[in-house]
């Protein structure tokens, strides 16, 4: 975070919003205008997430140990199969690679938190 802007983070403010939509906005509306209060806080709770990610970095991390930099290329290298021979290296960069994205999109669901 930078000492520029202080405080509320960036994480704070889309918390605020989030709780917002989800307590005044539902509790005084119904149908779509309330199904869209739900999918938008649910957005901003995956972007407060995504704020407060301490393990950001480890994604490139797993995705260095297999020597690529980014998920496309580690796919393209799959798909042209120049990996099978490095099988378990490869399973354990996308088991990082998922983890962290189920991590911010359905937190809990691997049973790690």
Request: proline share 4%; with cysteine; aromatic share 4%.
């Amino acid at each position: 975070m930078s000492a520029l802007t202080g405080r509320p983070t960036a994480a704070e403010l889309v918390a605020a919003v989030a709780e917002f939509l989800e307590g005044e906005v539902r509790s005084n509306t119904t149908g779509s205008v309330n199904f869209h209060a739900l999918v938008a806080a649910n957005a901003l709770r995956t972007v407060e997430r995504e704020l407060l990610d301490e393990q950001a970095c480890a994604p490139q991390a797993a995705l260095s140990s297999v020597g690529y930099p980014d998920e496309q290329a580690l796919a393209a290298a799959i798909r042209a199969g120049d990996l099978d021979h490095r099988g378990p290296e490869v399973v354990a960069c996308l088991r990082t690679l998922v983890r962290h994205r189920l991590s911010i999109a359905h937190p809990g669901y691997d049973g790690s938190r």
